[in-house]
Structure formats: structure tokens, C-alpha cells
């Protein structure tokens, strides 16, 4: 058996093992939340999104979901709530600062809070070996600056609780500093990231900004940014730092106040932003942000996952 059989091979054992746990029912002492307990899940009318949301909601939960399209929306809430499940819906454009503000008037007035935050909306515009940066901005606008704007808006909502409030960032494994294949090339930039010393909102903008600008001008094809699906990558990086950067400013909040935060990559998924190619289920690829969502361990947080399993940022 070849390196890729044995890697696929891996790969499909870890899958069925998550299948399994994902049967087990949570036991009393490990349920830290009720029908009370409130979720809201970004870019949730289809896909890895919708998923998360019916996952969360069989475990008990109230669940807003949440799309930029509203008739999507309404449609896909309207298939949970068939199905028995706590479920609403409400419109979020996380690229309009008016709507964010907009809905969460609308949580704090209907809810009083959440307890979970689940970023999960994304684009991507490369299909495949693509690497179009065309739409650059609206990549990084919309995975990076939107999921930073959301959680910011939505962090005063998270109610105070001995179990603490929970942030899951849906990324990926191309956002890594640590690939081999895929990275930034600029070691010092590596070292800053990974250094939560000097790790700060500014660097991580500061490295947005710097990259788009090299779009505009046509340079960025020589500025030692990762070379596959480029913007995607890029937009993810910052995610999963922000993520870091988040966790460790969440962790001084005293007790009783904390919020643990963590993101993960749900894997190539069968969804329409991979042009159905992946091949990893929407169900597969919910499954570790839910499990991160529920995590009965609060000392967990700051971390990176794939597949329930700790990966290098």
C-alpha cells in the first residue's frame, strides 16, 4: 500500500471513529447547557452552517440561525423546526455594519444574550487549482474583517456563566504558518504570529493590508504568501490568529466571565464552496465545531482542531 492509500486509509478509520463518538450521548455531568442556552451560527442556511445548526439543536439547544439571504434562511430554519428542533432565524449581512448592530438589538431584546458563537460564515471564489485573487477583497473583507466585526458586537451578548461562554471559528489548514507546503514565506512574519508577546490586532491587520495592496499593484504573486488558493489562505490565517490573539484576552476575564475560544478546519466538504468536489460530508465537517461549542473542558481554548484533534496553528 502506497503513502496516499495509507494516508486515505487514516483518514477513513479517524472518520468512522468520529461517527461513533458523535452516537454517544453526552452524560449529565458533561452537559453544562439547557433548552436555555442560546447559540447563533453565521452563514448557516446551507452547507457546514446549516449542519452546525441542526447538530447543536438536537443536542437541546436554541438556535438562531443566520444568512445573508433572507427567503434562504426562512427556508432552511423552516426544515429544522419540522423536524421538532429549536430553531429561529434572523436576517445577518456580517459585511453590513447596520445589520450587525440590527441583530443584536434584535438578540438582547428577545433572548437577553447567547452562550455560543459559532463564525462559520465564508467565501471562496477558487475552484480546484484556481488562484484567482480577483476577488481578494470580498475574501478577506468577509472571512477575516466580519468574522473580527461579529465577535466584537456579539461579545457583550455572551452571558456571564460558571460553564463560560464559547466562540468556534470555522478556518482551515491552509491558514497555517506552520504547513510545509503552504505558507508565508517571511520568517520574521512567522515568528511575530507565533510569539504571543508580540501577536496583536495591529500585526495581523497590518498583514491584510499589506497583501491586499500587493493585489492591487500585481506584486503579490512575489510576496511570499501562500501559493495555493492564495486570498483563501491568507483570509484564514487571520482568522486562526485572531482566534489565538482572542482566546488569551478572554482568559484574563475573572471566573464566572470567561469565554473560551478555539477554531477549526472542517475539511475538504462536499459543499457548494468546494463545487461539490470535497470529500468530507457537511455532517463530518460540522462535527469538531460543535464538539468545541459543547466542550464540557474549559481549559481548552486558544487552540487550532481537525477531526477532535489538536493541530499546530
Request: with cysteine; charged share 25%.
Amino acid at each position: 500500500m502506497g503513502s496516499k492509500e495509507r494516508s486515505k486509509d487514516r483518514k477513513e478509520k479517524r472518520r468512522q471513529e468520529i461517527s461513533l463518538l458523535r452516537t454517544i450521548p453526552y452524560s449529565d455531568h458533561q452537559r453544562w447547557w439547557s433548552a436555555k442556552t442560546v447559540a447563533v451560527v453565521t452563514g448557516a442556511n446551507r452547507g457546514i452552517g446549516f449542519e452546525i445548526v441542526r447538530q447543536l439543536a438536537g443536542h437541546g439547544i436554541t438556535v438562531i440561525l443566520t444568512s445573508r439571504e433572507a427567503s434562504a434562511g426562512i427556508e432552511a430554519a423552516s426544515v429544522l423546526q419540522e423536524l421538532g428542533l429549536s430553531v429561529t432565524f434572523h436576517q445577518l449581512d456580517v459585511l453590513d455594519k447596520s445589520s450587525i448592530e440590527e441583530f443584536c438589538e434584535w438578540v438582547k431584546e428577545q433572548y437577553g444574550g447567547i452562550d455560543i458563537l459559532v463564525n462559520n460564515a465564508g467565501v471562496n471564489f477558487n475552484i480546484g487549482s484556481e488562484n484567482s485573487v480577483e476577488f481578494a477583497r470580498m475574501v478577506v473583507d468577509t472571512n477575516y474583517y466580519a468574522t473580527k466585526n461579529v465577535t466584537k458586537a456579539m461579545i457583550p451578548l455572551i452571558r456571564a456563566s460558571e460553564a463560560g461562554g464559547r466562540i468556534v471559528n470555522v478556518s482551515s489548514k491552509l491558514g497555517r504558518v506552520s504547513g510545509k507546503r503552504n505558507r508565508i514565506e517571511n520568517q520574521e512574519l512567522r515568528e511575530q504570529l507565533n510569539d504571543m508577546e508580540t501577536l496583536s490586532e495591529e500585526l495581523i491587520d497590518g498583514m491584510m493590508c499589506k497583501f491586499l495592496e500587493q493585489v492591487e499593484d500585481g506584486s503579490w504573486e512575489s510576496g511570499g504568501w501562500p501559493h495555493a488558493n492564495t486570498d483563501y489562505s491568507v483570509s484564514k490565517l487571520g482568522v486562526n490568529y485572531y482566534t489565538r490573539l482572542l482566546a488569551k484576552e478572554m482568559a484574563d476575564r475573572p471566573d464566572g466571565e470567561k469565554i473560551y475560544v478555539n477554531c477549526y478546519c472542517p475539511g475538504w466538504v462536499k459543499t457548494a464552496m468546494t463545487g461539490w468536489a470535497g470529500t468530507t460530508s457537511a455532517e463530518d465537517g460540522a462535527d469538531t465545531g460543535v464538539w468545541l461549542a459543547l466542550l464540557p473542558d474549559q481549559a481548552i481554548t486558544g487552540k487550532f482542531f481537525a477531526e477532535r484533534r489538536e493541530i499546530a496553528f
